[in-house]
């Protein structure tokens, strides 16, 4: 089955972006009118792929008319569906507080943004491994470009950082595609699903490690650690709302882990995977939820800060995976959707916190920025959504997943302590520092020395609050209280998407038995 | 041959990883184009070595694996782009930070 708004998701972005690349010279707010339509379409298409796929169809087209597993074929279930309404969600917010004035920076911000959402779109829909290294490839030359926006040393060195080490990772990513290759003669995910379960011995170690490389390659796109050097001084260096768009990169490599732990061979019942990989998950998941609560703690920046909060949704997001239940997944996904929207949101308020205060967001005593009282409602709604507090959806997203996993049936009786002890401790590390930098960044002011410090906020801060970048940000946040009130339909939904995503059979069988016409071409793929 | 490939597969990824190792941009620049040569000669050998066969299925002869060889047309490709601008920045660093090294670390200016 195919559907042209699969197809516009994907090529949308690529002709909004080589538009604009050829429209460079246009005056701004032209540029900005043709991005802003352009991930408004992407959005669009991306809501009519969920609207689709919710009802648990599987759309598949293949590019060119070659037959899978031969042809380039793109796969769209509900797991591919979200994360791309997510990444439109994401898209038009963060554009929306870019045309505030961060897009000024540099020429080719709104063509690369485009071609960003272009890469995003690909790694989703891809069913075929070596395309999801091409699509990779196009959003991190995107995501350089976006990066080193404006320059400046300290983004010139995390820049630097960034691309050498993701090259090493596409190096690793070429070796593991191959290596797969090398055991079972076939690149796509769908065929490789059938024959992983049937390999000789030999082939299925190389196979292995193949798939172990390409977790190496994926833990260094989703920043776990030891592989998270590079993430942090990234985030923190990135232009606000080219920050808020890299929130969703690290969950391209969580759900590329995904999709790779998806095709592994079923079980029979019971959970989808078992024994050392829930280990190896949750080894990582609780390393990366230590790490990120400790270093958040000990940020000198709220941009910092932010990073860390990223890095410990990574954690919190492969406990849920770790048992390989739908329980645990669904839980995870409604995590994952909660989290990408909130710490993108956080990016681009502590953006305006910074623009409005003399000591920008470094976490020291200072006056309070201006529009402490619009910005100040809205640090308190990011953070208690983001240290999971009652009332918001991160303790939702966090309850789920400690009860998916406590689940005695699903997991072995030794994990679970472990995850709920990190969960539970890292949202009171985070809650402990996010309150100081609550009360340093919008509340602490400094008595005697204000006077001075008033005349240096009047002199170097930007005039006012730009209003499509405050409708941006606090669109993001509303976010919260949204998916808390929505939260009944959401949750049925990453249910039934987790249930496909573990089951791997619909998406083996959309795959395998879809038969291009002979004289389609790929702009119309087929009817069903 | 196996053992001709393997060995200079070998070669280039260990000299490309001892350079990644130095603290240099520019030889972290060459040991990442080492590693890209060893990666595609990998992926080339991935699907099987044959001497003297055509990458085209003819009714009855033998042939060679033609997908590998088509992924790394798109990797050298695409390495090579890689490569160009991770050059480009690495020359910009040099410029703006004034030091080609690139292990210092990213708070030193900071506080």
């Keep these: 089955m195919s559907t ?61 008319g070659w037959p899978p597993p031969f042809g380039i074929v793109l796969v769209c279930d509900r797991l591919s569906a979200l994360m791309l309404t997510l990444t439109g969600l994401l898209g038009t917010a963060a554009l929306l507080h870019a045309t505030g004035g961060g897009d000024a920076a540099g020429r080719h911000f709104h063509a690369l943004f485009q071609f960003q959402l272009f890469g995003l779109a690909g790694a989703f829909l891809t069913g075929d491994l070596f395309n999801l290294f091409v699509f990779f490839e196009v959003l991190l030359i995107a995501s350089y470009g976006l990066l080193t926006q404006g320059g400046g040393p300290a983004r010139t060195r995390a820049a630097l950082h960034y691309v050498v080490l993701n090259l090493v990772g596409s190096s690793l990513f070429l070796l593991g595609a191959a290596l797969i290759y090398a055991a079972t003669g076939t690149l796509n995910l769908a065929d490789l699903a059938g024959r992983l379960g049937h390999l000789e011995p030999t082939e299925a170690r190389l196979a292995g490690a193949g798939g172990l490389l390409l977790f190496t390659v994926f833990a260094l796109k989703a920043a776990l650690p030891p592989l998270h050097a590079w993430m942090v001084p990234a985030y923190a260096a990135a232009s606000a709302p080219v920050a808020a768009l890299f929130a969703i990169l690290t969950k391209v490599g969580l759900y590329a882990m995904l999709r790779l732990l998806s095709l592994l061979p079923d ?14 998950l949750t080894g990582a998941a609780v390393l990366t939820i230590t790490a990120g609560s400790l270093g958040a703690l000990a940020s000198t920046r709220l941009g910092t800060m932010i990073g860390y909060l990223v890095m410990l949704s990574m954690g919190t997001l492969l406990a849920g995976i770790a048992p390989g239940t739908a329980e ?18 956080l990016f681009l308020l502590a953006d305006l916190i910074a623009s409005g205060r003399a000591q920008g967001d470094r976490l020291v005593i200072g ?35 400690l009860i998916a996993v406590q689940n005695p049936a699903a997991i072995a009786p030794a994990v ?3 995850i709920w002890a990190a969960v539970l401790g890292s949202s009171f590390v985070v809650l402990l520092g996010l309150s100081r930098a609550g009360v340093l960044l919008l509340w602490r002011r400094r ?81 069903p | 041959m196996e053992w001709l490939i393997a060995t200079m597969i070998g070669l280039l990824i260990g000299c490309g990883i001892y350079l990644l190792l130095r603290s240099r941009s520019f030889p ?65 660093a040099l410029s703006e930070l004034g030091s080609d090294r690139v292990d210092e670390r990213q708070g030193d200016e900071e506080s």
């Design chain 1, 367 to 401: 006056n309070p920025p201006r529009d402490v009282r619009i910005l100040a409602p809205l640090f308190l709604l990011g953070a208690t959504a983001i240290a999971g507090l009652p009332p918001l959806s991160g303790f939702l997203g966090k309850t789920l997943i």
């Design chain 1, 267 to 280: 079980t029979g019942s019971g959970p989808a995977f078992a024994g050392s990989v829930t280990w190896l």
């Design chain 1, 447 to 527: 008595g005697a020395a204000s006077r001075q410090d008033s005349v240096a906020n009047a002199v170097e801060c930007r005039p006012g609050l730009a209003r499509p970048a405050l409708v941006g940000t606090s669109a993001l946040l509303a976010a919260s209280p949204l998916l808390m009130l929505l939260a009944g339909p959401l949750t049925g939904f990453t249910l039934a998407t987790a249930r496909q995503t573990l089951d791997n059979g619909d998406y083996v069988a959309a795959v395998a038995g879809f038969v291009p016409r002979a004289s389609a071409v790929s702009e119309e793929g087929t009817d």
């Design chain 1, 416 to 418: 679970w302590p472990w």
């Design chain 1, 4 to 64: 042209p708004s699969m197809l516009l998701s994907l090529l949308l972005p690529l002709a909004f972006g080589a538009l604009l690349l050829v429209g460079a010279r246009l005056p701004l707010s032209v540029q900005r009118a043709i991005g802003l339509v352009g991930v408004l379409c992407v959005l669009a298409a991306a809501l009519g792929v969920l609207a689709r796929t919710a009802q648990g169809d599987i759309l598949t087209t293949a590019i060119g």
């Design chain 2, 28 to 92: 972290v620049v060459l040991g990442l184009l080492l590693l890209s040569y060893g990666v595609n000669l990998f992926v080339f050998a991935a699907g099987g070595l044959r001497v003297d066969q055509p990458p085209l299925i003819a009714s009855g002869s033998p042939y060679a694996d033609p997908l590998p060889q088509a992924l790394v047309l798109t990797a050298i490709v695409i390495g090579f782009a890689m490569t160009a601008f991770v050059l480009m920045l690495a020359l910009r």
């Design chain 1, 328 to 345: 645990g997944l669904a839980a995870a996904l409604y995590y994952l959707v909660h989290t990408t929207l909130i710490t993108a949101g």
